[in-house]
């Protein structure tokens, strides 16, 4: 999947290199690697890749690319699932992992604000004598300029919420290199558009975030986690949409598989039973932490499982975090020279019981091997199906998985994509999640603010095609 695109400028190779000297680079492997997120997708290089260390810098980067029609593309970790950083029309990559300095940190008013290049866990070393931690946790370290553009989550939304829920204020490059700034510090506004959620999930598609403010949090004053098996799918996911209705406050409830149990334990050492499983986390003062905790239990023994296997020591807590958030690898463990097809849903907590049920009779039925994870405490769950990358059929077979997991979804009124984003391959799905109205909407606002389609062109929207209504 390659569009056409016009060769780089020669005048613009030689006004950025001329600027940015030994940070500037068309190293053929340097490029592929910025031409490559965790998708399925193989490698769509930029022609030129660019580290930009300061908001001015990347302004003027994109100064330059308006000026040659110059395609441009932010770039965080590289972490992304959907194709988001591939230059399917070539031009100009901005890295901005450079860009990694904490600006300010604000504890008596709990926010702090960075350069779009800090990644999570480098946010939570540097604030961590004062009491507070950032809680958006995706798995991977990824950086939070690319977090809010993706619109991230993670295990502990359920309890804390979205990147859309603690981004406060963004400043932004726009299109024309032009600089903004969207919110304030304060704890609320309602002063004209709120540009920030505008650029949040944007994917870089309306400009490029340098500067994100975002909300702290006090650390907890007791953290426990436990394991806890059950029979069957139904009986785990069961436990949980009990668990939400009763408004029990969980920081974290992780559902596994039988098959994502097995290879967690192969790949990362542990022995946990070989059933379907939820992983909680539970935040708050001691007392509070265990009436959570024997709630859960409660509901939990009533759906049949066994009995909790509890991490209270923080290292056996992290040993537990880390398993999880190594899944992926661990999967493709199972079928060595496999690649993964990772998709995602999210729906109402009401329905996610049938929909999970639904996606694993219909996996079972094509014979994939695959793996479901998920952040059901928020009802959002993840397909992780293994395939020869040399064997059209299966990838055909995985697709259509796909594609009537996300009928299933958008039938139950959830959303083709909890958290993994559009970029390119979910992009027909947006279509029938919002109808031609809304997407023609979106394409205004795309083409209002980046009147050269210069932004990463090709993501989320069909720039010139206006659907019918």
Request: charged fraction near 20%; glycine fraction near 8%; proline fraction near 4%.
């Amino acid at each position: 999947m390659t569009a056409a695109h016009s060769p780089l400028s020669s005048d613009l190779l030689i006004a950025l290199q001329h600027q940015f000297t030994d940070r500037c680079s068309t190293s053929k492997s340097v490029r592929e690697h910025h031409g490559t997120d965790e998708s399925f997708y193989d490698a769509m290089p930029p022609d030129l890749v660019v580290y930009a260390q300061s908001t001015a810098e990347v302004a003027s980067i994109m100064q330059l690319c308006h000026s040659y029609n110059t395609p441009v593309i932010a770039y965080g970790a590289g972490s992304s699932l959907e194709g988001h950083v591939l230059a399917i029309h070539g031009g100009v990559c901005i890295d901005l992992s450079q860009m990694n300095r904490v600006i300010a940190v604000h504890p008596e008013d709990l926010t702090a604000t960075v350069q779009a290049g800090v990644t999570r866990k480098q946010i939570n070393l540097e604030i961590k004598d004062s009491g507070l931690f950032f809680p958006i946790d995706p798995g991977a370290d990824a950086t939070l300029g690319g977090m809010s553009a993706t619109r991230a989550s993670g295990t502990n939304a359920v309890r804390y919420g979205t990147m859309r829920e603690n981004v406060l204020a963004l400043t932004v490059v726009c299109a024309d290199g032009s600089v903004i700034k969207t919110g304030t510090r304060a704890k609320k506004s309602a002063a004209g558009y709120d540009l920030t959620r505008l650029f949040v999930g944007s994917e870089g598609t309306l400009g490029i975030i340098t500067e994100v403010t975002v909300k702290l949090y006090p650390l907890p004053e007791a953290i426990s986690a436990a394991v806890c098996s059950f029979p069957s799918t139904a009986a785990a996911v069961q436990s949980v949409i009990q668990i939400m209705q009763l408004g029990v406050p969980v920081a974290r409830v992780e559902f596994i598989d039988t098959s994502g149990v097995q290879a967690i334990n192969a790949y990362s050492k542990l022995a946990l039973p070989v059933q379907p499983l939820l992983l909680f986390e539970f935040h708050g003062s001691v007392n509070g932490v265990r009436e959570q905790a024997e709630l859960v239990q409660e509901i939990a023994r009533d759906n049949g499982s066994a009995d909790f296997e509890w991490a209270t020591h923080p290292e056996d807590r992290s040993r537990l975090w880390t398993a999880r958030h190594n899944a992926y690898f661990a999967l493709l463990q199972l079928r060595p020279g496999s690649r993964a097809i990772s998709t995602d849903c999210c729906v109402p907590i009401s329905h996610l019981a049938e929909c999970i049920l639904e996606t694993q009779i219909d996996c079972d039925k094509h014979g994939l091997i695959y793996t479901i994870i998920g952040h059901v405490g928020d009802g959002n769950f993840h397909v992780l199906m293994l395939v020869d990358p040399n064997n059209p059929t299966e990838i055909a077979n995985a697709e259509a998985v796909n594609q009537r997991m996300v009928n299933r979804a958008i039938a139950m009124d959830g959303t083709c994509t909890g958290e993994h984003g559009v970029g390119l391959h979910k992009m027909e799905f947006l279509i029938q999640e919002h109808g031609a109205p809304a997407i023609n909407v979106m394409r205004s606002i795309k083409q209002t603010l980046d009147p050269k389609n210069l932004l990463n062109p090709g993501k989320i929207i069909h720039w010139d095609v206006v659907l019918e209504e």
